[in-house]
Nanobody, 115 residues
Framework: QVQLVESGGGLVQAGGSLRLSCAAS????????MRWYRQAPGKQRELVAM???????DYADSVKGRFTISRDNAKNMVYLQMKSLKPEDTAVYYC?????????WGQGTQVTVSS
């Protein structure tokens, strides 16, 4: 079964950049829908970005133009490149795969943006 592990979070100043990585233990080639979510303290978990196996992408309005989701099926990796970070981007970021049965979630990685 595919297991997802996020990495790349950390503390960054406003205006800075980070790249989050999601490593899958198995093939993601057949998984059409890969997503990044985030959850800030006291707030509902929200969808940040999604990408299909064909490379089609979609983003939350709050991150359009700043975040880029990508995937490398050969390496079983999904990425979230974040630029022009804002304090409101502070959250735990989760990788998710839409599969048959329960969706697969990573453990999350903390992103903190200071002003």
């Amino acid at each position: 079964q595919v297991q997802l592990v996020e990495s790349g979070g950390g503390l960054v100043q406003a205006g800075g950049s980070l790249r989050l990585s999601c490593a899958a233990s198995g093939s993601i080639f057949s998984i059409n829908d890969m997503r990044w979510y985030r959850q800030a303290p006291g707030k509902q978990r929200e969808l940040v970005a999604m990408i299909t196996s064909g490379g089609s992408t979609d983003y939350a309005d709050s991150v359009k133009g700043r975040f880029t989701i990508s995937r490398d099926n050969a390496k079983n990796m999904v990425y979230l490149q974040m630029k022009s970070l804002k304090p409101e981007d502070t959250a735990v970021y989760y990788c998710m795969a839409v599969v048959r049965g329960p969706n697969l979630w990573g453990q999350g990685t903390q992103v903190t943006v200071s002003s």
